[in-house]
């Protein structure tokens, strides 16, 4: 670049400064391990803990397949009219439960480690499920 040149200066300095604004505004947004705590989540990538954060909650159609299950039974009446326990094998039939909603954060416990979330350019945090290891 010849330092005579105004309009090639004022690129350079142009394109440096969109470098940096852009670099700016991606980091810290993006998806991030965290571990919840008794009062909130505490991320990784981040020295506070956050305790105003959101949890996913997945409504939708539950699919249950057919199977067959063993359990105990009670409060039958007999022949005699009294009551009855035992074991028995039970057929539940396939079967689809409408608005069935499945409540991340009912399930979650302090020392869970999760995957979260930064949405609203960053000023919100969203826990999107439990994290485990593939070995355990």
């Known amino acids: 670049m010849n330092k005579e040149d105004p309009y090639g200066q004022f690129a350079d300095v142009m394109r440096g400064a969109m470098s940096t604004h852009s670099r700016q505004a991606v980091s810290g947004l993006g998806a991030v391990l965290g571990t919840i705590t008794a009062s909130g989540v ?11 954060y959101l949890v996913a909650e997945l409504p939708g159609t539950l699919k249950l397949p057919e199977r067959e299950i063993t359990g105990a039974i009670s409060g039958i009446s007999d022949v005699a009219g009294g009551g009855t326990t035992g074991t028995g ?11 069935a909603v499945w409540s991340l954060g009912k399930g979650l416990k302090a020392g869970d480690r999760v995957l979260a979330m930064r949405v609203n350019s960053g000023n919100d945090i969203v826990v999107l499920c439990k994290v485990v290891s593939a070995n355990a």
């Open 42 to 52: 505490k991320l990784d990538d981040f020295k506070h803990e956050v305790q105003d």
């Open 89 to 99: 094998r039970f057929l539940l039939q396939k079967e689809e439960v409408e608005e």
